[in-house]
């Protein structure tokens, strides 16, 4: 398959989700939408394993030894949690979302102090910025849209288009057809940083995109713990080890 296809795919069942929520979304039950959800989280940790692998990776181990990689894994999300937690990652991304969501509510609410706004037209404002954050903003978005351009496949990006249209029915049976429009949105981000990892698949040597692939693997168990309701692990803190992975590797390969 083709870098990108992943995104496409999730554009693809956003629309989906959408028109099937605002035509029979309501009939959904809540108990049904857990157990697909805790489906989805053991999903999530079988694609989690399958990526963590690329700790053993043979390109890696001949560039860093056969004990640096686990090491480097370990080095990368303690450092990289680390940078996330001062910098507050996880409290920005829902801060950012906030604040385009009551940035957009005082703009429509400034347009109603001249004329009124149609309810129908604030209701699709809503859906469209209410699922577009959800969508866009978080781990799993910037994981697998990176390794779907590193080449290392969709999967991951798979597993969210199921997440995103499901969530896509819930957030189109109150909010209409402007959820469907959160479908540009995604476009738009996750092609940005697929192209942002095709960038990087062709600078890395194999040794720093598998180092990279096995950190991500270890964040992904962090999604699987939140989609399962186990432990609200803050996974968008431990994201900058996405860089801190390949840059211990290229150090110690240099030094050995």
Partial sequence: MFPGVGTIVNVLTVLVGATIGVLAGHRLHQRTRDVVTDALGLVTLLIAASAAVAVSDRALTDAVGDSAPTLIVLASLALGGIVGSVLRIEDRLEGLGGWLQGRLRRRVAAGAADQEVPAERQRFIEGFVSSSLVFCVGPLTVLGSINDGLGNGADQLFLKSALDGFAAI??????????????????????????????????????????LSATGGLMLVGVALRLLRIRQVPVGDLLPGLVVAPALTAVIALLR
Avoid: N, R
């Fill in 170 to 211: 819930a957030f189109a049976a109150s909010l209409g057809w402007g959820v469907a429009a959160s479908a540009v949105a995604v476009l738009v981000v996750q092609g940005s940083l697929t192209v942002v990892g095709a960038l990087l698949g062709q600078v890395l040597p194999p040794a720093e995109v598998a180092a």
